[in-house]
Nanobody, 129 residues
Framework: QVQLVESGGGSVQAGGSLKLSCVVS???????????MGWFRQLPGKEREGVAA???????LYADSVKGRFTISKENVKNTLSLEMNSLKPEDTAMYYC????????????????????WGQGTQVTVSS
């Protein structure tokens, strides 16, 4: 059974940086073979929104709100999906979740929650002004 575990969240001041990690276990092959992997964030009472995604060949997609500040990447040796977040803003405060799908490519637009079959439990990011 594929499992995703996030880490790296925390509290930071505006303008600071954090790097989130999502370790994948229970998957026989390299995470590079996963059709689509992504990061979402969610505030209490709000819908989960897509932040970034990366497909099997390394093509990336980003929400407009994070373009130029966030970078999604895969680290094969560690079987890890990362999200490097720079120039953080208070509005980036949320619970961040990683997600993966083994069969469906990311496509040309940022995938939604229904496009992923596996989810982590989340890691909290808090940005103070």
């Amino acid at each position: 059974q594929v499992q995703l575990v996030e880490s790296g969240g925390g509290s930071v001041q505006a303008g600071g940086s954090l790097k989130l990690s999502c370790v994948v276990s229970g998957y026989t092959y390299s995470i590079y073979s996963m059709k689509c992997m992504g990061w979402f964030r969610q505030l209490p009472g709000k819908e989960r929104e897509g932040v970034a995604a990366v497909d099997a060949v390394g093509s990336t997609l980003y929400a407009d709100s994070v373009k130029g500040r966030f970078t999604i990447s895969k680290e094969n040796v560690k079987n890890t999906l990362s999200l490097e977040m720079n120039s953080l803003k208070p509005e980036d405060t949320a619970m961040y979740y990683c997600a993966a799908d083994l069969f469906s490519p990311c496509g040309t637009g940022l995938p939604g929650t229904n496009d992923y079959g596996y989810w982590g439990q989340g890691t909290q990011v808090t940005v103070s002004s």
